[in-house]
């Protein structure tokens, strides 16, 4: 079982930027598609963004534009570059190992602890 560790958040002012970290345990990171994924309060866990394992990536369109993921294989991390932030960005954000089928996304592993995104003023 993989397990993952995110890191990064914080409370920004709207128009900020943050860089969130996801690193994942066990071997053949390099072979894993990517996922990062939000969940705001009183709402259902939400797919941002996947990078697959040749560095193809693919944005819900919610986030095209202001969002940014990358992987460095030799750390085993995935990262999410924010620019841009907004109130409505609040939530807490995880990564995970995703299979794609069609439209339908399916994490694969447990959800680690994710870390908190707030933009406030």
């Known amino acids: 079982q993989v397990q993952f560790v995110e890191s990064g958040g914080g409370l920004v002012q709207p128009g900020g930027s943050l860089r969130l970290s996801c690193v994942a345990t066990?071997?053949?990171?390099?072979?894993?598609?990517m996922a990062w994924y939000r969940q705001a309060p009183a709402k259902e866990r939400e797919l941002l963004t996947t990078i697959g394992s040749g560095g193809t990536t693919k944005y819900e369109d919610a986030v095209k534009g202001r969002f940014t993921i990358s992987r460095d294989n030799a750390k085993n991390t995935v990262y999410l570059q924010i620019d841009g932030l907004k109130p409505e960005d609040t939530a807490v954000y995880y990564c995970?190992?995703?299979?794609?089928?069609?439209?339908?996304?399916?994490?694969?592993?447990?959800w680690g602890q994710g870390t908190q995104v707030t933009v406030s003023s």
């Open positions: 066990g071997s053949g990171f390099s072979l894993r598609t």
């Open positions: 995970n190992e995703v299979i794609i089928r069609g439209m339908v996304d399916y994490p694969v592993h447990s």
